[in-house]
């Protein structure tokens, strides 16, 4: 399992990021505190972790282990609650079935005229 600090140190090396310039953007006096993140001796706060994972475009919950890292860039994920997306669903299906009851109107409209016009 891939500790916090690697996590950190992952997400610090993405971005380009020396430890100095970390501490800099964490409001931090030195890269002493983003080292010891790294190498596991101390672990950041709760609102640094938040903070992080803003930078990082992960979330809290990945960094601390708790959750996988998304495959895609977290912009292309919609958060919705369970009982929004069954109710979503159910009205594309009505009006999914409205649409075949039109055509299947207009089909049978359209079958009516070819009877009238060869009788």
């Known amino acids: ?14 971005l380009g990021l020396s430890q100095e310039q970390l501490a800099v953007i964490m409001a931090k006096k030195g890269k002493g505190t983003i080292s010891n993140w790294e190498t596991n001796k101390n672990e950041p706060s709760i609102a640094e972790f938040k903070k992080l994972a803003e930078l990082f475009s992960t979330t809290a919950a990945y960094l601390i282990g708790e959750a996988p890292q998304f495959e ?9 609650k369970k009982d929004d997306l069954i109710e979503l669903q159910k009205k594309a299906l009505e009006r999914e079935a409205e649409k075949n009851k039109e055509l299947l109107d207009l089909l049978e409209q359209s079958k009516k005229a070819g009877e009238e016009n060869e009788a």
């Open 72 to 80: 895609e860039p977290q912009e292309n994920y919609v958060m919705v």
């Open 1 to 14: 399992m891939v500790s916090i600090g690697k996590r950190i140190k992952q997400g610090r090396e993405k």
